[in-house]
T-cell receptor
């Protein structure tokens, strides 16, 4: 049973435009959400996070939005750059359990 | 400061062989995890540890064993490798709410 779902395996965006990556979760006990970025042949690296007490967190070109009632979060990248081409994983954590659960990942390609 | 280091980086095994993957961290983190990454499946948790001497099962533990004899090391063992265990394996540590990953081990079982 997939508790964290990323339903889009891939996304292609023009350079300079906005990239929106989506993530849904089913477990209402999750209280912290994170996005990780992964380049080929490397481990995932932390990108941005949000606590369940917030609905938005911004860091430079990256913004994460959380809609708790819909159990949905999204990552916005604007403007998109070629270096943003990577696989993005959404993750959720129940801080009491300390067990990060990941989605399937979305491969983002930024076209020049 | 190396962070999280995985050994080996690549390995080819024959069906039925055994091997151990080593994860070493120098950040003094309590929590350590083993994930496997497969196409379309994301990162799935195999086993994890909340401290030295402890281990617990994740989502896909069958066919794997783990040990955490020292705080800085987390070992993942395959007793009798199967082709279904062909995957990329990632070790991670958790500090607060952020996970730190190793570079991965690409394992092929033929």
């Amino acid at each position: 049973d997939q508790q964290v779902k990323q339903n889009s395996p891939s996304l292609s965006v023009q350079e300079g435009r906005i990239s929106i990556l989506n993530c849904d979760y089913t477990n209402s006990m999750f209280d912290y959400f994170l996005w990780y970025k992964k380049y080929p042949a490397e481990g995932p690296t932390f990108l941005i996070s949000i606590s369940s007490i917030k609905d938005k967190n911004e860091d430079g070109r990256f913004t994460v939005f959380l809609n708790k009632s819909a159990k949905h979060l999204s990552l916005h990248i604007v403007p998109s750059q070629p270096g943003d081409s990577a696989v993005y994983f959404c993750a959720a954590n129940n801080q009491g359990a300390q067990k990060l659960v990941f989605g399937q990942g979305t491969r983002l390609t930024i076209n020049p | 400061n190396a962070g999280v280091t995985q050994t080996p980086k690549f390995r080819v095994l024959k069906t039925g062989q055994s091997m151990t993957l080593l994860c070493a961290q120098d950040m003094n983190h309590e929590y350590m995890y083993w994930y496997r990454q497969d196409p379309g499946m994301g990162l799935r948790l195999i086993h994890y540890s909340v401290g030295e001497g402890t281990t617990a099962k994740g989502e896909v533990p069958d066919g794997y064993n783990v040990s955490r004899l020292k705080k800085q090391n987390f070992l993942l063992g395959l007793e009798s490798a199967a082709p279904s265990q062909t995957s990329v394996y990632f070790c991670a540590t958790l500090q607060g709410t952020e996970a730190f990953f190793g570079q991965g081990t690409r394992l092929t079982v033929v």
